[in-house]
């Protein structure tokens, strides 16, 4: 990773320039390789968690996540498919409030890719 050390020197505003997830996985080698890996991400149908979602699924790893609003989380797994339809991984929800353990508890996957 010190290939990034240059691009930690400004880490805050308009000259911010640290790579993203897409870019280390890019520079990886890793999209599209098949991949056994299986990841549970919480939150991913907004901000971070969908951006983490896109990365992983260009990797070809299998991903569940877990979402309060269904319907916004199938929405926000739908267009991560969409722009990548030649990668295959899986995407499954679960629907889970976090705050809740009988929700926790009781959380079921939901097919959606």
């Known amino acids: 990773m010190s290939q990034y050390a240059s691009r930690y020197v400004s880490n805050n505003g308009p000259g911010d320039q640290r790579p993203t997830a897409m870019e280390i996985v ?8 098949p991949s056994d890996k299986v990841f549970f991400l ?8 969908i951006e983490t979602v896109r990365v992983l699924h260009a990797t070809t790893a299998t991903v569940y996540g877990s979402v ?5 989380g199938r929405k926000a797994v739908d267009e991560v498919i969409a722009a990548s339809p030649s990668t295959k ?4 929800l679960v629907e889970i409030n ?16």
Do not use: F, M, P
């Open 26 to 33: 890019q520079d990886e080698n890793l999209i599209g390789k």
């Open 89 to 92: 991984a899986k995407v499954e």
């Open 98 to 113: 976090l705050i809740s353990t009988l929700s926790i508890r009781s959380g079921k996957v939901q097919r959606s890719s």
């Open 42 to 49: 919480t939150g991913i149908s907004s901000g971070i968690g």
């Open 68 to 72: 309060c609003n269904l319907r916004k």
